[in-house]
């Protein structure tokens, strides 16, 4: 077990870690009100987690990251740190979030997304730069954003989607790599997310 202080009414399974110790002085893990946190699931110290989080099974958030309230975290997803999202967010199976991501309020990153923020991996040495998913977006199923990608307020990037290069907002983006179309009357809505 780790260190950690938690609000009230929360569930922690046997199996999960919340406040893991990846160093000594590593501060501990704050969690708010309600969370539910499932068997496999580890949550490093130093996070800063608002009411209402839930988590599937097996999912990894690490150290300096800061998730807002009502955020789904779900099974085998990994948000690998220094990160900020925001509330009303659901992430769906397998979804992974690079380091030095922002994630807006109410977004769905449906399963298997991919977030990247490693332009050249191995290959040179670069500041990592993760995407930035503005609110209101939604991102299908195993669509791929590459660094330093900004996606733009209430845009939809379909299932599949390779997102080379900025979205604009209220804007579908579709294909390898994705190009741009007018956001369909049927997506042109918001997100309702509780």
Wanted: include cysteine.
């Amino acid at each position: 077990m780790g260190r950690y202080h938690a609000g009230t009414d929360c569930e922690i399974d046997d199996g999960a870690t919340v406040g893991y110790r990846h160093r000594e002085d590593a501060p501990p893990t704050e969690l708010g009100d309600r969370a539910r946190i499932r068997q496999g699931t580890i949550v490093y110290a130093g996070v800063q987690i608002g009411d209402d989080f839930t988590t599937g099974h097996n999912a990894l958030v690490r150290e300096d990251t800061t998730i807002g309230d009502n955020v789904v975290v779900g099974t085998d997803a990994v948000i690998d740190g220094t990160t900020t999202v925001g509330s009303h967010v659901s992430m769906q199976t397998g979804v992974y979030v690079p380091t030095h991501t922002t994630i807006g309020s109410n977004v769905f990153l449906g399963p298997k997304a991919t977030l990247t923020n490693d332009p050249f991996p191995v290959r040179r040495d670069v500041e990592m730069q993760g995407p930035t998913i503005e609110d209101g977006v939604s991102v299908g199923a195993n669509a791929t954003i590459l660094p330093g990608v900004t996606i733009g307020e209430g845009a939809f990037v379909a299932a599949g989607a390779i997102v080379t290069k900025d979205v604009p907002p209220e804007t579908l983006a579709v294909g390898a790599p994705a190009t741009h179309e007018p956001l369909p009357d049927e997506l042109a809505t918001e997100n309702t997310l509780a």
